[in-house]
């Protein structure tokens, strides 16, 4: 019997499968640094964005438990 693959923590924390199967993370640059940052730049960090799809089939390997 095949052993079951790992879930990698790091990649759990950083990336969420929504419903319809789309990767998605934080953006990044919104941690530190404010005070130059608008505050309309500021907000759109706080949105998340999809992931390229060129990297789409290597993190599903890394989140086998999240399909």
Do not use: C
């Not at 789309?22 to 640094?33: E, F, L, P, T």
């Not at 005070?35 to 949105?47: A, N, P, V």
């Amino acid at each position: 019997m095949a052993k079951a693959s790992k879930t990698k923590r790091t990649a759990a924390k950083r990336f969420k499968i929504t419903g319809s199967g789309k990767i998605v993370r934080q953006r990044v640059g919104g941690q530190h640094y404010m005070l130059k940052k608008s505050k309309r730049r500021k907000r759109d960090l706080k949105r998340t964005t999809e992931v390229h799809p060129s990297y789409e089939r290597a993190l599903k390997a890394l989140l086998p438990g999240q399909l």
